[in-house]
């Protein structure tokens, strides 16, 4: 039986499953959900940037162009790059998304 966790979006109040071994954003978009804003896909554009507030998680590789080494270690990550190991909550971080919901 394939274990899932919840993922909380604080800044929208969202909720979607994600099965463990799966991506954070992969999992978002075949529940049909769109509280994270999604770009290439695999680590390379920066736009699906979210802090991990909550939780564990594996995290493949991204790129350090939107993501330094030392924003990783804050759980700064992109979320199509993220696996959960636990239920999590984030916070989108892409500047544009966060002004877009505060309006």
């Given at each position: 039986m394939t274990v899932r966790h919840t993922i909380r979006v604080e800044n929208c109040g969202d909720h979607f499953t994600c099965p463990e071994g799966e991506g954070v954003l992969q999992a978002m978009e075949k529940q049909g959900r769109s509280?994270?804003?999604?770009?290439?896909?695999?680590?390379?554009?920066?736009?699906?940037?979210?802090?991990?507030?909550?939780?564990?998680?594996?995290?493949g590789p991204m790129s350090r162009r939107h993501v330094s080494e030392a924003e990783g270690g804050q759980a700064l990550v992109l979320a199509c790059r993220i696996y959960p190991r636990s239920d999590l909550t984030i916070r989108l971080a892409t500047p544009?998304?966060?002004?877009a919901v505060e309006k």
């Open positions: 509280s994270i804003p999604v770009g290439c896909r695999s680590g390379g554009c920066g736009r699906c940037r979210v802090e991990v507030t909550d939780g564990a998680f594996k995290a544009a998304f966060r002004t």
